[in-house]
Each structure stands twice: as structure tokens, then as C-alpha cells.
């Protein structure tokens, strides 16, 4: 069992910064991969960026270059900080890890965190 602690969201204007954090209850070492999706209202969740514990990295089209993932494994956190928001980022965030043991696959969520962009 993995447990996710999310930072909390807020409230950015448009072209502002944040950074939200994901604290694992179990070491890096341990989880496969750990990302970060979104649900916009009456939309579905998508997947916003996803980084391997080899350290690969894996964004949507719609965050290249503005949103970056990270890691910190003495800390067992991801991190994504969001540069340039859009109104169109406005969603709830969710961390997400993929774990495997005895060759079955396991995926664990956050309780999400609301983050509201103003135009």
C-alpha cells in the first residue's frame, strides 16, 4: 500500500507559477513510476506528465515546456512545477504511482488538489 500526500493548489493568475509536491509513504525505490494527471470539470482525467525510477520523463503536448517533473528520492516526493498557467490548466491534480509486486501492477492515488488559473 502506498499513500500520497498532495500539497495543496491555489488560486494563479494567468502566466503565474506553482509547484505542487507528492510525498510517497514508501521509498522511491519501491514505485515504478509517479505522475501527475488532471480532471478538468465534466471532462476526463488525463494524464499530465509521469516520470520512470530510471528518471525518464513523459509530458502532454498541452504542458511541454511549461510544466517539468521532478523528483527529490531522499524525500520519496515528485514535484511539478507549472510555469506559464493557462485558464485551460484549471483542474484537480492527482499524483499517481505504479507499483509492482510478485508481477502484478498496482497504481495508487492522491486525493487531488484543486488548482484554479484566472484569466
Known amino acids: 500500500q502506498v499513500q500520497l500526500v498532495e500539497s495543496e493548489g491555489g488560486l494563479v493568475q494567468y502566466g503565474g507559477s506553482l509547484r505542487l509536491s507528492c510525498a510517497a509513504s514508501?521509498?522511491?525505490?519501491?514505485?515504478?513510476?509517479m505522475g501527475w494527471y488532471r480532471q478538468a470539470p465534466g471532462k476526463e482525467r488525463e494524464l499530465v506528465a509521469v516520470?520512470?525510477?530510471?528518471?525518464?520523463?513523459n509530458y502532454a503536448d498541452s504542458v511541454k515546456g511549461r510544466f517539468t517533473i521532478s523528483r527529490d528520492n531522499a524525500k520519496n516526493t515528485v514535484y511539478l512545477q507549472m510555469n506559464s498557467l493557462k485558464p485551460e490548466d484549471t483542474a484537480v491534480y492527482y499524483c499517481?504511482?505504479?507499483?509492482?509486486?510478485?508481477?502484478?501492477?498496482?497504481?495508487?492515488w492522491g486525493q487531488g488538489t484543486q488548482v484554479t488559473v484566472s484569466s
Open positions: 499517481n504511482a505504479r507499483t509492482t509486486t510478485l508481477s502484478r501492477e498496482y497504481e495508487f
Open positions: 514508501v521509498s522511491m525505490s519501491n514505485i515504478n513510476s
Open positions: 516520470i520512470t525510477s530510471s528518471g525518464s520523463t
